[in-house]
């Protein structure tokens, strides 16, 4: 034996990693030979311009309503909480939070710095952990300069001037704080 597979050795190795439930390894090997998911060729496939407006996890990430409604869910906590959780984290920043943050649009207490409650919400856990990821995005420093770095700097100066992280240390280190459900 020249220690190449006949056609017969390669059905039984594929018909045997399906039966071992490693299916990934019949996925990946076909895909790495050019098939897709529908086993037809890549090449042979004409590639398709999607409109990606039109593709639900699009419209549920644009939607206020719907985040409003996740919020909701997530605070039931246990299975749906998880499930919810596991769909957020799979559709694109919720550009009005996003937006909210990154304006800092939040009202001016007397010492100057931004009301961050209002920002930053502390009566959930899930509201919490989402604002923090958002405003994670906003502090990395990415190597290349481009504009979108430079309103980055500019909003962590920002972020730090106007007491942000003086609230995430509250947060932090604050039991009374945080009121998580």
Known sequence: ??????????LEFYRDSVKDKKE???????YQHGYRNDLK???????????ITTLPRYILSKNP???????KILDLGEFAAEQTWNL??????????YQNILGMKAETLPNNNLDWSKLIETK??????YCLQIIESLLENEEKRSEDQEKKRIWRNDFVKKGG???????LTNKEKVKLR
Do not use: P
Request: hydrophobic share 45%.
């Open 88 to 97: 957020i984290t799979r559709l694109s920043t919720n550009e009005e939070i």
């Open 65 to 71: 309503k719907s985040f409003a409604l996740f919020f």
């Open 24 to 30: 990934d390894t019949v996925w990946g090997n076909l």
């Open 1 to 10: 034996m020249d220690g190449c597979l006949d056609v017969n050795g390669f």
């Open 165 to 171: 992280f003086q609230y995430l240390l509250e947060i």
């Open 41 to 51: 060729k890549l090449n042979e496939v004409e590639s398709v311009a999607v409109d």
């Open 124 to 129: 959930s856990v899930y509201r919490l952990l």
